[in-house]
């Protein structure tokens, strides 16, 4: 688990509401998902709304999953926050959600009743919220390793934002879905 004092200041967005959301497909490989599925309009629309909220823009540093959806999230910020470069990691991805990939959304249900009960849920071929929690946590020790006294924008994906927040919390990733769910294009301070 990440130790308690952080050298930095961290806020989390989820994506704009995609071209996924709005099919409700489940869009979590990699393949697909960092060249399809971007945001709708009113996906940028929130983002933009919720840039024009946030007041911080002193010592910005954004970093983002490399998913199309995200991506695009991400540029409208540094856009509209003007910030510095952004940082595209595979360690901020949407969670893989195997079998279920492409599937309708309603299937996320079937991997949430599971994770509850088993940090290790890898039912399916999906990653569990324990690989998750352990990817996340690789990145924060590597961004509080780099930097000091910044202000990090992480823009990433429902699940594994929520899993990141068991890591920030100290408690078990298996407990993800019994915090505040994240909204599209939700920024939060952890």
């Known amino acids: 688990m990440i130790k308690e004092a952080h050298l930095n200041n961290y806020f989390l967005i989820r994506h704009g509401h995609s071209e996924a959301n709005s099919r409700g497909i489940i869009v979590s490989n990699p393949e697909t998902g960092t060249i399809k599925y971007g945001l709708t309009k009113n996906g940028k629309k929130q983002v933009l709304a919720a840039a024009a909220d946030f007041s911080i823009t002193e010592d ?51 991997v949430w009743i599971r994770d509850k009960d088993n940090e290790d849920n890898k039912i399916n071929s999906v990653e569990s919220p324990r690989q998750v929690s352990n990817r996340v946590e690789s990145l924060i020790s590597m961004i509080e390793s780099k930097y000091s006294g910044k202000n990090i924008l992480l823009v990433s994906h429902g699940d594994c934002l929520q899993i990141m927040q068991t890591v920030f919390q100290n408690i078990s990733p298996a407990k993800h879905r019994t915090l505040t769910h994240l909204n599209v294009a939700e920024i939060r301070k952890i």
Do not use: C, V
């Open 60 to 110: 910005l540093i954004i970093y983002s999953s490399d998913f199309l959806r995200t991506k695009e999230t991400a540029e409208i910020l540094k856009e509209t926050l003007h910030s510095g470069d952004i940082i595209y990691t595979p360690l901020l991805r949407e969670r893989f959600f195997g079998f279920y990939d492409g599937l309708d959304d309603d299937q996320y249900n079937e």
